[in-house]
């Protein structure tokens, strides 16, 4: 294989935000990576500067079954491996009272945010169990573990991306491929800002000031930092860990700060 003995990880959601963040880190830390999002411009421009050896470029769908099989075929063509898959694409739908939900953008938020990990698992578990190993690490959210008012869809589907990650881990452990997730609390990233548009502050930055408000560490995370987490995951490092729900949150879920 052109890669070697070099290890290969799937990122997907990667041309911007957790994803694009991910890509860079898993690329930091030695692994070729293949890169897919739906929009090619935009990961055309999120791959910018990388060696051509070490990234390919996969323009689909992530929550389409057909897409993710074509991926993991090009996958195994390029690099003849996978050892890492990262789950990340997702959406945030709108801000809506629950009666008032569209149920297509319901369906939606639930066909991206659950369908793709799911037909996501299906396809590459495969090529992992041939080797006898790999991970597997889900982006949740910490409405994967708690309410967030208006945005049923996206919570509803977070909590099931917990409970997917959960289950594939009992299942995959004997192929020895572990499953885990990642929570993330308030990151900067456009699908942040777009749920700032729609809560009614004042602006962007009243929202911003009011949301951090709420975080002990009185901030956003920036994307690098959920990558950290999931490239922990992806390695060696964390081999004795599968089912596990790690949360990144600068203690926003712990309770609220107080005021001084």
Do not use: C
């Amino acid at each position: 294989m052109s890669s070697g003995a070099r290890r290969a990880a799937l990122v997907t959601g990667a041309a911007n935000g957790i994803g694009k963040a991910v890509v860079k880190r898993m690329l930091e830390a030695g692994y070729v990576v293949a890169a897919m999002d739906r929009d090619a411009a935009a990961l055309t421009h999120s791959v910018a500067g990388t060696a051509n050896r070490d990234v390919v470029q996969i323009v689909g769908d992530a929550a389409n079954p057909e897409a993710m099989a074509e991926a993991v075929r090009a996958i195994e063509a390029r690099f003849g491996r996978l050892d890492a898959a990262i789950f990340n694409a997702g959406i945030a739908g709108v801000s809506s009272p629950l009666k008032d939900y569209p149920i297509e953008v319901f369906d939606e938020v639930m066909r991206v945010n659950v369908h793709g990990p799911w037909h996501g698992i299906q396809a590459v578990t495969p090529l992992m169990r041939a080797a006898g190993s790999g991970s597997i690490v889900l982006v949740s959210s910490i409405n994967g573990i708690r309410g967030f008012g208006t945005f049923a869809a996206y919570a509803a589907s977070k909590h099931a991306v917990m409970g997917l990650a959960k289950t594939a881990a009992i299942d995959l452990a004997r192929h020895g491929i572990r499953v885990n997730s990642v929570h993330p609390g308030l990151v900067n990233t456009a699908m942040m800002q777009k749920v700032e548009e729609q809560v009614g502050a004042p602006s962007l930055e009243a929202a911003h000031a009011h949301f951090s408000s709420f975080v002990p560490l009185r901030r956003y995370a920036e994307p690098h930092e959920i990558a950290q987490v999931i490239a922990f995951l992806s390695s060696d490092e964390a081999s004795y860990v599968t089912g596990a729900g790690y949360i990144v949150d600068g203690g926003f879920t712990t309770g609220i700060p107080a005021s001084a």
